[in-house]
């Protein structure tokens, strides 16, 4: 077992308290804290210490695999499957979609073949992977997820009275599908500079006065809040065309690859499969490619109620959240008395609250987690015990 020592992000819309407040991680330089990432992901590498000094958690990994990973985890995916983070976020991240897996392979080809830098501002794709999320609220943490139900949709814009839309709008009314929808969110987000800054004056004009239901209320809130920061930006409609969901602590919703969100507020925990591969398409002063964004967007909508996740009880204290995919698996653990888990997989622990004391299946070895603090445990561990008084997250290979 190996304490981690993992790398801060300073993103511009990071909080400048939250994991000073939460998890005591000092801040003397007051930047902002956006992102904690613990993982083996080569544009954030977190770093152990072994018998012959600090190495990256990814050249690591690489000594032995199929001894730290797992047998079937190391040949499934060559690597630590999974990316976990501490995201706080102060301000909204942008509009954005993480393509699948043949997307991402093809495009990171294709822009490898064009040799673009992988650190060049308009890169798309960082890696070959996809990116499937999950996000657990430690705060109330505000975010859109996926596009709304068609006629709840139609509904918000119709109340909106956006008059420049008035055509493409009627269009989505007679033809409430998929394609029709397509049609539709590919309109709005290629407007051309004069139409789209007509529309959101329209949009900006009636929001104050509007408002006939709490939904409607909700949506035109959130705009008029977007709109201080970036007043001229297509993604102010996005409170219009996508879902508004609100975590209360404890609480987790899962983004699937090729679904339009965006976080807007609020402090949680986040793991996703092994990747940064981010298509935008506005709220963000960074690199913006709708067209690229367009190809790679599921427009199936989804159900508000089928949004947030029901953890399943594996026994006291410990909640696993289920999810589709076999690159994660997410639990969290509230430790008050001896818990022996057994491993078949790397894993990393991060302790969310007290102090959590976590012993080798020999007795050999023990390592104390306070808030804040994470061990990478691999899978030849075997099997570990937790005690002590405190709250931790559990991840690992969904394999």
Known sequence: MYRLYNQIK??????????????GLPNPDNQPQAEMWLGAHPAGCSAIITDNGPVGLDDFIRTNPGNILGQKTAKHFQTLPFLLKILAAEM??????????????????????????????????????????????????????????????????????????????????????????????????????????????????????????????????????????????????????????????????????????????????????????????????????????????????????TLKLHPQTVDAGHKKFPVPVSDFSFAVIRVTKPKPIAVSSAEILLCLSGKVIITDNTGGQNITLQRGQSVFIPASTGAYCLDGAGEIVRAYSGI
Do not use: C
Request: hydrophobic content about 40%; charged content about 20%; glycine content about 4%.
């Open 92 to 305: 909204p991240l942008s509009i954005q979609v993480h393509p699948n897996k043949l997307s991402a392979e093809r495009g990171f080809a294709d822009e490898n073949a064009r040799r673009i830098p992988l650190d060049a501002p308009q890169r798309n794709y960082k890696d070959d992977n996809h990116k499937p999320e999950l996000i657990y609220a430690l705060t109330p943490f505000q975010a859109l997820n996926g596009f709304r139900e068609l006629a709840e949709m139609i509904d918000l814009f119709v109340q909106a009275e956006i008059s420049s839309l008035q055509q493409p709008i009627a269009a989505l009314q007679q033809q409430t599908d998929k394609q029709g929808l397509r049609r539709f969110f590919t309109t709005v987000m290629t407007l051309t500079t004069d139409i789209r800054q007509q529309a959101i004056k329209e949009l900006l004009r009636h929001i104050g006065t509007k408002g006939d239901d709490i939904g409607a209320k909700t949506a035109f809130a959130l705009i008029k809040q977007l709109s201080e920061l970036y007043p001229d930006d297509v993604g102010l409609f996005a409170p219009l065309l996508l879902n508004i969901v609100t975590l209360k602590p404890r609480e987790a919703m899962f983004l699937y690859a090729e679904t339009p969100h965006a976080y807007i507020h609020g402090t949680g925990i986040e793991i996703m499969a092994n990747s940064d591969n981010v298509l935008r398409a506005g709220l963000t002063p960074k690199y913006i490619d709708v067209k690229e964004l367009l190809e790679h967007i599921d427009y199936t909508p989804k159900s508000f109620s």
């Open 10 to 23: 300073d993103y511009a819309w990071g909080s400048h308290s939250a994991m000073a407040a939460l998890f």
